[in-house]
């Protein structure tokens, strides 16, 4: 073979590498906390948690409907479950809580009631 189709080749195949790295590199779990309101409704403020799952750069993302969502402090417990657009909604008392999602290997999250919150999930279902 010519020593120019060569390196050719092996250009493109160190391009395709580090194409594939940086993708892979980007593709990982990731949450967001929002604020959408400050007032409270008889002394509880609404907690929304979105749960994404993220296929990676090819694959896509869908809301992750059914998913059981949990939501404990020191002297609560609340569930929940994701519906179609992947969303769990819960009304607190202000306070600080933890926040799980069982589906995604426990996966958990702290947030502080002292408004209404979205949480947003992305989670990098081939990574796990």
């Known amino acids: 073979m010519n020593k120019t189709v060569l390196l050719a080749l092996g250009v493109i195949i160190l391009i395709l590498t580090f194409a594939g790295v940086y993708l892979a590199s980007s593709y990982k779990t990731s949450y967001s906390i929002s604020t959408f309101s400050t007032q409270e409704v008889d002394g509880k403020y609404i907690l929304k948690v979105q749960v994404i799952m993220n296929y990676g750069p090819f ?42 999602v069982t589906q995604l290997n426990h996966y958990t999250l702290h947030v502080s009631m002292d408004n209404d919150k979205m949480i947003s999930i992305s989670y990098a279902y081939l990574r796990s």
């Open 59 to 100: 694959g896509g993302k869908s809301p992750l409907q059914d998913a059981t969502v949990w939501v404990k402090n020191q002297n609560s417990f609340y569930q929940n479950f994701t519906n179609s657009q992947g969303i769990a909604e819960f009304y607190l008392p202000p306070g600080n809580y933890s926040v799980e």
